[in-house]
């Protein structure tokens, strides 16, 4: 399945193990410390949360719900493209995905859910392309503005109100899905899980696990 955590990375890096955890606490910060140090002063003063939250909130976005949310997403913006009907196994295999990739996602209103796996507190309109704590490259995002992305998206395609989008965190989304079932469980948990990140001031990181 795909998880979305929101809550310290010392915790998500530790694999849920509070000593290890607790061990992983001082890199972890240093590696925000030179996160901060690499990005634009604006942005840098704003990448500040504790690591040693308790927060541990975990939202299960099934097999393709977060790959059918960021498909749609995609074709939101495109009318002159055919929607697929159902969300491939991996989005490389889309072609027009696969060419809008290429080019960083660069003209999208919704960049930050396309191009992101990992968000921090703060309010930035960039992604910072960078290596994560354990080392793997990542598109870092902003919190804030992937809440915004999100809410725009609902505003111009789903039309949903909060009550609804609850269900949706009950609807399946298997490989193979149809595209719009799997992206309402995407956006439903994506959701739920963006905004308990903001209202703890921990970063949210997406992955399958």
């Not at 309109?125 to 992937?146: C, H, M, N, Q, W």
């Not at 193979?176 to 905004?195: F, S, T, W």
Request: charged share 25%; proline share 6%.
């Amino acid at each position: 399945m795909v998880e979305a955590y929101a809550g310290p990375l010392s915790r998500w890096f530790g694999g849920g193990d509070e000593q290890e955890a607790a061990r992983l606490r001082a890199g972890v910060e240093q590696w925000r410390e030179d996160l901060r140090s690499s990005v634009a002063e604006k942005v840098g003063e704003q990448l500040i949360w504790d690591e040693e939250s308790g927060c541990d909130a975990r939202f299960d976005l099934d097999l393709a719900g977060w790959m059918g949310l960021r498909l749609f997403a995609f074709y939101a913006e495109r009318s002159d493209l055919e929607w697929p009907d159902t969300v491939p196994p991996l989005l490389e295999l889309d072609q027009e995905w696969r060419k809008a990739s290429d080019q960083q996602f660069g003209k999208s209103h919704y960049g930050q859910i396309l191009a992101c796996d990992m968000w921090l507190p703060g309010e930035f309109p960039v992604t910072v392309r960078a290596p994560r704590p354990d080392g793997e490259a990542a598109e870092i995002g902003s919190l804030k503005v992937l809440s915004d992305q999100l809410l725009w998206l609902n505003q111009r395609t789903f039309q949903a109100d909060q009550e609804l989008i609850v269900e949706w965190q009950g609807q399946p989304a298997p490989l193979g899905a149809p595209l719009l079932e799997a992206a309402r469980r995407g956006y439903a948990m994506i959701a739920a899980a963006c905004a308990r990140a903001i209202d703890e001031r921990v970063p949210l990181v997406v992955q399958a696990v």
